[in-house]
T-cell receptor, first 112, second 113 residues
């Protein structure tokens, strides 16, 4: 079955790195995603990684995928107050029509 | 300016009334989706449509209905049969060959009292 789990909350100081973790259970995931949601807004696609990759870097964002442990992480370098938001991990599975299954979200709070 | 619009941003209804939430996109995307978000939870799929005049139930379709008469529009009706309709509703769209690349609207917060 599909299940995506994330810790609820993370607090960091401005300028530090943030690492948001996610675990998933379906080994047939095709893509794994990170979305950002600011208060009262929709979700913004930050980045995604194909399941045959183990790392993807995009400016301040680094995604690491450990397929063996079914663990995905998002590292934000030099975290800024504008990074404060809820971050959702999601997976899509090709034999489920590529529909997305979302984790519950991690609220990142960045303190000045 | 391409994007997805949802209106209104906030909606209030009395229990027992049907209410329709609007979703429009000008991204020329074939696929559209409706999700429900409850506090502290992830998104759950209500309905999706991959082509005009066709749509499929998601994980929590009971108490909801949709239509897809135009490519640009995918309205969601929350019926009186939905037991717990108060939630944040998000619409998304994607190209048909890239259903993994979904773009979201700003959401509608529905409160039913």
């Amino acid at each position: 079955g599909e299940d995506v789990e994330q810790s609820l909350f993370l607090s960091v100081r401005e300028g530090d790195s943030s690492v948001i973790n996610c675990t998933y259970t379906d080994s047939s995931s095709t893509y794994l995603y990170w979305y950002k949601q600011e208060p009262g807004a929709g979700l913004q696609l930050l980045t995604y990684i194909f399941s045959n990759m183990d790392m993807k870097q995009d400016q301040r964002l680094t995604v690491l995928l450990n397929k063996k442990d079914k663990h995905l992480s998002l590292r934000i370098a030099d975290t800024q107050t504008g990074d404060s938001a809820i971050y959702f991990c999601a997976e899509s599975i090709s034999n489920a029509g590529n529909m997305l299954t979302f984790g519950g979200g991690t609220r990142l709070m960045v303190k000045p | 300016d391409g994007g997805i619009t949802q209106s209104p941003k906030y909606l209030f209804r009395k229990e027992g009334q049907n209410v329709t939430l609007s979703c429009e996109q000008n991204l020329n995307h074939d696929a559209m989706y409706w999700y429900r978000q409850d506090p502290g939870q992830g998104l759950r799929l209500i309905y999706y449509s991959q082509i005009v005049n066709d749509f499929q139930k998601g994980d929590i379709a009971e108490g909801y209905s949709v239509s897809r008469e135009k490519k640009e529009s995918f309205p969601l009706t929350v019926t009186s049969a939905q037991k717990n309709p108060t939630a944040f509703y998000l619409c998304a769209s994607s190209p048909i060959l890239k259903t993994y690349e979904q773009y979201f609207g700003p959401g509608t917060r529905l409160t039913v009292t």
